[in-house]
């Protein structure tokens, strides 16, 4: 089974990475390090916190290479 790096989901929300944008702050793996990694592979896993927690920390993404989907919902935010 192939990966996409770029795109992590769950039954609620689609989290996508764009790297050629990100300025490897390392902001979301040091303030919720049980969601996003800077070592573990896949670096992003979206069941160990709520949603409303990895929205939260997406929008302090100071790039913009985080994006995410609400299931619910049809445009990324």
Do not use: H
Not at 22 to 43: H, N, Q, T, Y
């Amino acid at each position: 089974m192939e990966v996409n790096a770029k795109e992590f989901s769950n039954n609620e929300i689609t989290v996508t990475y764009d790297p050629c944008i990100c300025k490897l702050s390392g902001r979301c793996a040091k303030e919720l390090s049980e969601v996003f990694s800077d070592s573990i592979i896949p670096w992003i896993n979206l069941d160990n916190t709520d949603t409303e927690i990895i929205v939260e920390q997406i929008k302090k993404c100071p790039s913009g290479a985080l994006k995410y989907y609400l299931k619910n919902e049809k445009q990324a935010v």
